[in-house]
Each structure stands twice: as structure tokens, then as C-alpha cells.
């Protein structure tokens, strides 16, 4: 069974970058069969999706945060990696990362992290 | 793209049935849409996917059979059957909007068992 490992660090500053990284156990990040997203939940709120990248490197992001966002994977390392820059105490959250399966009725967030919380707080 | 609309809050005695409702916004009947399970502490867990009918493919890995799930019109439900303690926590639904183009889920329910 796939699991998804979130890793970095618990505080940053605002105005900083947030970075953190997704370690895959399991299954390959290399496989065609899936992307691989980031979501948060930040406090008392929903989830919210930041985006996707595929193995190849192609990316597709939530647009309200696609201007600070960047995605990317390190197949050597079966891992994938979430910046986002110049953050403020609304980025406070639990970050999420997740497998995404592709089938004939969608999309679906099939196996999750445990997720980890990122404060901005300086 | 779609809102989902979810109640803040449900409970049931350990068990007995209970359905958690998701509402789409007008003009979304044809979505479906995904629930998942949060124990707390956890990261989510796919349950199952409904349409504007019954289940859309297989649940999720584990999940047992007292969860189900319906859809119709606006509305998707997911009932639990024989309520155990451990089925206490948040359930999300989520939705799939433009075919992977975005991804969008509702506010959580918050399941308590009595």
C-alpha cells in the first residue's frame, strides 16, 4: 500500500517561502497511472487544493494560488515538493500531500499524508 | 465551479445509522463527488465516490460495507450503518471540477458518536 510522508519546517517567517517536501513509500512517483498534489486545510476551514504535478514535470495549480506557488519532483528521491512564496498568517495551515488517481469518472485523492502544520508566525 | 455544502456538525449513538448530506450549488447536478473519512490526528481517507445515483466505482481501501452512499439532484448523502467508535471524526466531500482542472471540497461535518 502507498504511503505519503510530509516533511520541513513547522514555522516561517511572512513574507518567506514555505517548503516543504513529500516522501513516497509504496509506489513510484514515476508512474504514469497518477499525479501527485498538495492540499491544506488551515485552521477551522476546509480543504483547499494547491495543485498537482505529474512525473514528467507538468504542473496544474489552483488559480486564487498559482502567482506563489511552485511544484515540483525528484523521481530519484520518489519524492515531490510544494513552495510557496511570500506568505502571510492566512498560509497557516495543515499541508496536506496525496496521490491522485485518474479514472473514466474523474479524479480522485485516493491515498493522503498524515499532513503537516506550517505556522507563519515570525 | 461548484460549492459544496456541508452541516458543521452530526452525531449518532453507537450502533444506530446516520447519513451526512453534501449539497452542490444549482446547475451542478451532474457532478459527483468524493468522501472521505478524517480520524483525528489523521490524514483523509478516501471512502467512496457518488454520483447523481448510487456509488461510482469501488470504496476505499478498507472500507467496509455499512458505508454507503446516494445521489440525487443537488444532493450527494453518505450513510454509516452500525455505527462504530472508530468512524468518529470529520467527513469531507470533495469534487473534481473541469476534469482535474481544479479540485474543490466542502466544509467538513463533524461526526460524534454518543
Known amino acids: 500500500q502507498v504511503q505519503l510522508q510530509e516533511s520541513g519546517p513547522g514555522v516561517v517567517k511572512p513574507s518567506e517561502t514555505l517548503s516543504l517536501t513529500c516522501t513516497v513509500s509504496g509506489g513510484s512517483v514515476s508512474s504514469s497511472s497518477y499525479y501527485w498534489s498538495w492540499i491544506r486545510q488551515s485552521p477551522g476551514k476546509g480543504l483547499e487544493w494547491i495543485g498537482f504535478i505529474f512525473y514528467i514535470g507538468s504542473t496544474n495549480y489552483n488559480p486564487l494560488l498559482k502567482s506563489r506557488v511552485t511544484i515540483s519532483v525528484d523521481t530519484s528521491k520518489n519524492q515531490f515538493s510544494l513552495r510557496l512564496s511570500s506568505v502571510t498568517a492566512a498560509d497557516t495551515a495543515i499541508y496536506y500531500c496525496?496521490?491522485?488517481?485518474?479514472?473514466?469518472?474523474?479524479?480522485?485523492?485516493?491515498?493522503w499524508g498524515q499532513g503537516t502544520l506550517v505556522t507563519v508566525s515570525s | 465551479q461548484p460549492v459544496l455544502t456541508q452541516p458543521p456538525s452530526a452525531s449518532a449513538s453507537l450502533g444506530a445509522s446516520v447519513t451526512l448530506t453534501c449539497t452542490l450549488t444549482?446547475?451542478?447536478?451532474?457532478?459527483?463527488v468524493d468522501w472521505y473519512q478524517q480520524r483525528p490526528g489523521k490524514g483523509p481517507r478516501f471512502v467512496m465516490r457518488v454520483g447523481s445515483g448510487e456509488i461510482v466505482g469501488s470504496r476505499g481501501e478498507g472500507i467496509p460495507d455499512r458505508f454507503s452512499a446516494l445521489g440525487s439532484g443537488l444532493n450527494r448523502s453518505l450513510t454509516i450503518k452500525n455505527i462504530q467508535e472508530d468512524d468518529e471524526g470529520d467527513y469531507h466531500c470533495g469534487a473534481d471540477h473541469a476534469n482535474g482542472n481544479n479540485f474543490v471540497f466542502g466544509g467538513g461535518t463533524k461526526l460524534t458518536v454518543l
Open positions: 496525496a496521490r491522485l488517481k485518474g479514472s473514466n469518472w474523474g479524479y480522485t485523492h485516493d491515498f
Open positions: 444549482s446547475g451542478y447536478s451532474n457532478y459527483k
